[in-house]
């Protein structure tokens, strides 16, 4: 999830899984890249593999909470495509995204065709002022991120595209709601 989620929970944070909620402990945070690592007592065998070449223009879907279970306490989606290889003020560890980012989406997965991850929902500007301006931390930063605290992540040999289906299932299994006790 992002740093800014869980950064006010003083290590209490919880998540909903598969209409379960677990606590989880805080393994590492980085304030500047706003990336946090949490861990569950929970097994699963889902999981998302990495892209790590994100390209302009390429079909993504996103999936959150927006505004958290005040809306509801339903997975949501939202598509677009990858907008720009830079973030805010050039910044190369994140891309911008035409996905719709709201409260709520913030450490939620953005994948590609192929459900593979590329990249965390972290912000978007000013929606009086703005339309479609998202950013989304890069995968290859949260690779970066997760191989340092001592996680492996893993990619795909190949990728092909997936019919929607299959993408909802994988959202759907991979998709954790958190927030603080």
Do not use: W
């Not at 097994?43 to 993504?60: A, G, R, V």
């Not at 720009?84 to 065709?113: C, H, M, R, Y």
């Not at 000013?126 to 997760?146: H, M, Q, R």
């Amino acid at each position: 999830t992002n740093h800014h989620v869980v950064e006010g929970c003083n290590d209490q944070s919880k998540i909903m899984y598969k209409d379960e909620e677990y606590s989880t402990k805080l393994i590492a945070s980085d304030k500047n890249l706003d990336l946090a690592l949490l861990k569950a007592d929970l097994n699963s065998n889902n999981y998302l593999k990495f892209s790590y070449e994100p390209k302009k223009m390429q079909k993504i879907y996103a999936a959150g909470y927006p505004f958290g279970k005040y809306l509801s306490d339903d997975l949501k989606f939202t598509d677009g495509i990858i907008s720009s290889l830079k973030g805010f003020e050039d910044n190369t560890n994140q891309i911008q995204i035409s996905a719709a980012i709201n409260p709520g989406n913030s450490g939620g997965p953005v994948i590609n065709q192929s459900g593979e991850l590329v990249g965390v929902a972290v912000s978007g500007l000013d929606k009086g002022l703005t339309e479609g301006i998202n950013f989304a931390i890069k995968s290859e930063a949260v690779k970066t991120f997760l191989t340092a605290n001592k996680v492996k992540p893993s990619s795909n040999f190949y990728s092909r595209d997936l019919n929607n289906d299959k993408l909802l299932t994988i959202l759907e299994e991979s998709t954790v709601y958190t927030f603080c006790n």
